[in-house]
């Protein structure tokens, strides 16, 4: 294995990170959204849709909010965000 | 098709006269000539400039210096990263025709040039390197040659079926969740994914910024590592692109697997619908890295489900960041599943998106433990062999078949092989994924594995009666 170059900072390894932070089912149930709330995040991201769209969109969004349910419920403790997302590894 | 299936054995044909670079650059026209209206391939080909390259690669090699890597080889390019020939597409009516013009070769596809390689034109995608098709735009569908009725995968998809079908012995793709696995192990080729950052993307059309690879797809391991040698190392053109040390792919490659650990998840539970030819096929193939001097353990990928979302909410949210503005402005203009794919980032929130590359941050230290007790790890690349092009499912079902995205969002190098083939013959893939910039451990174990396969060296049933002079 190639031997890593030293990154600036301090490393993420010396970053108290959870190692394998606690991985159960998120409690309680996605939040899916309704047409309401879908059309007023449109209107936030200046996307003039038609209501046929609109219904398509919802349903993929719905698609993926299992996913982001079980991303949000995760307890990271005080783990920074990959920011920049560094190819020099930690 | 021609003689020469892989790269490799075309440039010892070539080096020994027993074929031109001129010959070998026409039979892999004449196949496309032959199949690419079924298959859709190519999106633009540029005959006359790559059969005046493969006149001076041949007179390069009678002149007895080829010093070329890829001297005299059919190459293809994913039609997201820039050429000096043609036009840049990205498969959309919305690339401005512009963008590629201003950049001419992107820095991958100079270093293929540099090194002898025949740029034989620009192949099919899925727009922007992200959904599926759309038949109610004006571009070709990628159609599998294991069966046309099939979708080739993507979204480096008219590599994946150019190769298959010999119409180029090699070329690029770009991956993002899978877009170089995912075609390649469809069409029953090799592909790379290299560790983020070890090949430079500068020149190539984003998807998702911190997720996006360049890389190569061939028939075999050996190709792949062929093609690596000349692609890999940093360049300052890409913020992305990583300083650390290239090795010789080739010369890694030992066909020997003693010493090494490898863990295997055959991650049965993350999609219901699993073919039922890929556990027997794993199977065989744990026997044959064994045989070759492997210890096989059972590992779990840490994080799995978490990571793949990651995956998912910074590919959407990195390309909306990007499209947002044509959005607005030509939403008709994008394909559908563009539409529905990154349209949906609107639902994400700032957190969401910190939260997803803190979920990364930690994955890659759980998965650097993991790696701490083995030296890869293999998976199946995906829980199904393709999908018919009448059947593409939801874009969730996808994703939860195909078992790529996982390695975008921690970065590490995946290689994927065929290694077999599904009740109705469609190929099977193993994934096999290494430490961060340990490409050679992952291209031996592909390279050992060929050694003793040759589902690599299959060909499609519709290429047997294609004949090339």
């Known amino acids: 294995m190639s031997q890593l170059l030293p990154t600036d900072g301090p490393a993420a390894a010396e970053i108290d990170l959870p190692l394998s932070p606690e991985v159960t089912e998120p409690p309680g149930a996605p939040q899916l959204y309704d047409a309401g709330t879908l059309a007023a995040l449109l209107r936030v991201a200046d996307l003039t849709l038609t209501d046929e769209w609109q219904q398509k969109l919802l349903a993929t969004v719905n698609d993926l909010e299992p996913a982001l349910h079980r991303l949000r419920a995760l307890d990271l403790g005080e783990t920074p965000p990959a920011t920049a997302f560094d190819a020099r590894w930690f | 098709m021609s003689d020469y299936l892989t790269i490799s054995d075309a440039l010892d044909a070539l080096r020994d006269n027993k ?136 979204s480096s998809s008219g590599t994946g079926s150019g190769v298959a079908s010999g119409a180029i012995l090699g070329g690029l793709g770009t991956d993002t969740g899978g877009s170089i696995r995912i075609p390649a192990a469809f069409c029953g080729i090799s592909g790379l994914k290299a560790t983020f950052g070890r090949v430079p993307k500068s020149g190539c059309v984003p998807l998702g910024y911190s997720l996006d690879n360049i890389g190569p797809m061939a028939r075999s391991a050996r190709d792949c590592a062929l093609m690596l040698n000349v692609l890999a190392g940093y360049d300052a053109s890409d913020p992305c692109a990583a300083e650390q040390p290239v090795e010789d792919y080739v010369a890694g490659l030992t066909g020997d697997l003693s010493g090494l650990t490898i863990g295997l998840d055959r991650l049965a539970l993350v999609y219901a619908d699993r073919d039922p030819a890929i556990d027997p096929a794993i199977d065989a193939a744990v026997k044959a890295l064994t045989a070759l001097g492997a210890k096989v353990v059972d590992v779990t990928l840490p994080l799995w489900d978490e990571l793949s979302a990651a995956t998912r909410i910074t590919s959407r949210s990195e390309a909306f960041a990007y499209h947002a503005p044509d959005l607005q402005s030509r939403w008709d203009d994008y394909f559908e599943a563009t539409r529905q794919g990154v349209g949906a980032a609107v639902a994400f929130s700032g957190a969401d998106y910190v939260q997803a590359q803190r979920v990364r941050r930690v994955g890659q230290k759980a998965l650097a433990a993991l790696f701490e007790t083995v030296d890869l790890v293999i998976t199946p690349t995906s829980s199904v062999a393709g999908w018919s092009l009448d059947e593409l499912g939801s874009m969730t079902e996808r994703f939860l078949a195909m078992h790529t995205g996982y390695f975008n969002a921690v970065g590490n190098p995946a290689l994927v092989v065929p290694m077999g083939f599904n009740d109705i013959g469609l190929p099977l893939s193993l994934q096999v994924v290494g430490r961060p910039f340990d490409e050679t451990t992952v291209l031996r174990a592909g390279d050992a594995f060929q050694r003793v396969s040759d589902f690599h060296l299959a060909v499609p049933p519709m290429m047997s009666s294609v004949a090339v002079a």
């Open chain 2, 19 to 154: 074929i031109t670079a001129t010959e070998l650059v026409q039979d892999a026209f004449a196949a496309a000539d032959a199949v690419d209206s079924e298959l859709g391939i190519y999106l633009a080909r540029f005959d006359e400039q790559a059969l005046a390259a493969a006149a001076e690669a041949d007179r390069i090699y009678a002149a007895g210096d080829p010093a070329g890597a890829l001297l005299g080889i059919p190459l293809g390019i994913k039609d997201i990263i820039s050429t000096l020939e043609g036009e840049t597409t990205a498969q959309s009516l919305v690339l401005d025709r512009e963008w590629g013009a201003a950049i001419g070769d992107a820095v991958v596809t100079a270093r293929l040039r540099a090194a002898g390689g025949v740029i034989t034109g620009k192949l099919t995608t899925m727009e922007y390197a992200t959904g599926v098709p759309d038949p109610t735009k004006p571009f070709p569908i990628p159609k599998n040659p294991w069966n046309t009725d099939y979708w080739t995968g993507g």
